[in-house]
Nanobody, 115 residues
Framework: QVQLVESGGGLVQAGGSLRLTCAASGIIFRLYRMGWYRQAPGKQRELVATITSGGSTNYANSVKGRFTISRDNAESTVYLQMSNLKPEDTAVYYC?????????WGQGTQVTVSS
């Protein structure tokens, strides 16, 4: 059974930092492209950042220079370090795992940034 479990969300003031964690099980983690997405109320889910099995990263323009995605293959975990948070970063954050034939999603973790 595949599971992606996000944690680390919460309430933070603008300018603050949070680190999100996504722990994966049931997949050969090192083979999967991992990603973080977010969905704010009334908006579509949008890409935040991805990291390939080889470690190449990609970021949405809105988070470049503020967020960093990383992975620990030994721990089957992907991280999203978020700094200089803004109220517009408020959303439910989801991680996904993309393989050759499968896509899996976590249940999400809420991030709320107060002004």
């Amino acid at each position: 059974q595949v599971q992606l479990v996000e944690s680390g969300g919460g309430l933070v003031q603008a300018g603050g930092s949070l680190r999100l964690t996504c722990a994966a099980s049931g997949i050969i983690f090192r083979l999967y492209r991992m990603g973080w997405y977010r969905q704010a109320p009334g908006k579509q889910r949008e890409l935040v950042a991805t990291i390939t099995s080889g470690g190449s990263t990609n970021y949405a323009n809105s988070v470049k220079g503020r967020f960093t995605i990383s992975r620990d293959n030994a721990e089957s975990t992907v991280y999203l370090q978020m700094s200089n948070l803004k109220p517009e970063d408020t959303a439910v954050y989801y991680c996904d795992a993309v393989g050759q034939a499968n896509v899996y999603w976590g249940q999400g973790t809420q991030v709320t940034v107060s002004s």
